[in-house]
């Protein structure tokens, strides 16, 4: 490669990369102004919240994730059931709710808990090895868990378990 042709590659690399954080900051930017103009507001209280969306969303994985997926109908059903809970985790974001969401390990465990099931969502469409995925789904149930331990510790939420046969 001579020095002219290397000048043209490095730049386009730059451009490239930099044109990628550009589009990247401007679709997140975009995403939260959306959200903002729409004006999201919770409907559900946090108790409401996790009765009827996110425990009914985490019995679904728990059975779908109980025997090593084997047909593409077994992997349909994980793969919607891990990522329905994962987007409903954005959920977490948009509440304010006396002696919940203003205690500083509310955004701590929404975070950690964000993190997990989206580990989880990501092993299943990439249809990793059955072990790893248990391990996530593992990861999952700890975070909910460890929520319910820090943020709310006398409201004495059952433990949250995983599939009866294992
Ligand atoms: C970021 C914090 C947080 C995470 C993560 C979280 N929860 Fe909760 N959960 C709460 C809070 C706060 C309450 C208590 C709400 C109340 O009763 O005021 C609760 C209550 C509950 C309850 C009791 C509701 C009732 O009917 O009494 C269940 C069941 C529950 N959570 C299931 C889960 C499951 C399953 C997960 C994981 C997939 C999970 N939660 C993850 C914060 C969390």
Redesign the pocket.
Known sequence: MNRSTLVAAIAAVVVGVASYNVLSIDAKWDAKANAAEAGQTPIL???NL??YM??PA?EELKLAVENAPEKRKDWRSLTMAASN?AEMNNL?YIRSEEG?TDKPE?ME??KK?HTVSNALAASIKEKSEYDVIKKNFIA??E??NE??TK??PD?E??E?EGPASW
């Open positions: 209280d946090t108790h996790m009765s996110i425990d985490f809970l977490f919940i509310w465990s929404v808990s999952v149930m975070s909910c929520c319910h943020v709310v409201e939420v059952s949250i």
